[in-house]
């Protein structure tokens, strides 16, 4: 559940996420590779085969876009998430029926 803080900020499971905040083009390249696969999977390496880096990753689950899907026992250092419904919100897409509220 949402609660309002102070500044315009409002939490969301324990992340703060400002209504305003738009991805980098980074963090919307690791995004968008997400509405091409099943479920909002999002992939570890780009494109090119290059990792995405922790960083992006771990901005986009603090500000409620992706969230981590299973932990990786044979490679526990990988962030394997998918998409939330901010997330697709954010990237302009339709929010799948299963991630949709009511």
């Excluded at 909002?40 to 603090?62: E, H, W």
């Excluded at 302009?92 to 299963?98: K, L, Q, R, T, Y």
Aim: proline residues 6%.
């Amino acid at each position: 559940m949402a609660g309002k803080e102070e500044g315009g900020k409002s939490s969301v499971a324990g992340k703060v996420t400002e209504a305003s905040h738009r991805p980098s083009e980074v963090q919307r390249k690791y995004l968008a590779r997400g509405l091409d696969h099943a479920g909002g999977k999002l992939p570890l390496f780009d494109g090119d085969g290059q990792a995405f880096a922790a960083k992006t990753i771990r901005a986009c689950i603090t500000h409620g876009w992706a969230e981590p899907w299973f932990a990786n026992p044979t490679k526990p250092d990988w962030l394997v998430c998918k998409l939330t419904a901010a997330g697709y919100t954010v990237l302009g897409a339709d929010v799948p029926s299963h991630l949709a509220d009511g």
